[in-house]
């Protein structure tokens, strides 16, 4: 099995790509997916950091906003909050690992892999990356997301050069859909072999 770690800064495409990947039969871990899902109603992550952030947490699971302000501007606090979560997405990754051990290609989609050290666990890594202007245009078509916002999560993540250097293949989707598809079924011949027979 090859894992091949996916990430991108946001507003790259990488959701679109990570989704590309499962339409082509590749089995692809969400991170950011299984956060959500930890965190959400019933969630195992739930009883948790109600304890540790009190009032944090509804029948609906954590109130993200809430936690947010809980740990924002408080590393100590965020710590704190890093070591609940991590071990436990570990977990979800070990066991999505083993389910799909057959598999020739697996697809871990973490969004902050090179900051979290996530690409150490994987054998290779592709960046997802556009042209700054379009990334730009794609983040500030969001609901709510300002120019300032959108500067302050980038400068939380690792410059979209600096990923695409580190890299062991580069997806651009900056080109139409279809143009992007094709570097994913190239990737995935490269990777996976012949499929099929």
Do not use: Y
């Amino acid at each position: 099995m090859i894992i091949l770690g996916l990430t991108g800064s946001i507003g790259m495409g990488k959701s679109t790509v990570a989704r590309m990947f499962e339409d082509a039969g590749i089995p692809v871990f969400d991170a950011d997916a299984e956060v959500h899902r930890l965190q959400g109603p019933g969630g195992a992550l739930v009883g948790t950091i109600e304890a540790a952030f009190p009032g944090t947490t509804s029948s609906e699971g954590v109130n993200r906003v809430a936690l947010g302000e809980a740990v924002i501007g408080n590393a100590q606090a965020f710590a704190r909050l890093e070591a609940l979560v991590h071990p436990a997405v570990a977990q979800s990754r070990a066991a999505f690992l083993a389910a799909n051990q057959r598999a020739p290609l697996v697809v871990l989609d973490i969004p902050l892999l090179f900051e979290t050290g996530g690409w150490e666990k994987a054998d290779k890594v592709a960046v997802v990356s556009a042209p700054a202007e379009v990334q730009r245009a794609r983040v500030l078509a969001r609901p709510g997301m300002t120019g300032a916002r959108f500067e302050a999560i980038l400068a939380k993540q690792l410059p979209d050069a600096e990923k695409r250097a580190r890299a062991d293949f580069v997806i651009d989707t900056g080109e139409p859909l279809e143009a992007t598809r094709a570097q994913i079924d190239r990737l995935i011949a490269c990777l996976a072999g012949p499929r099929g027979g």
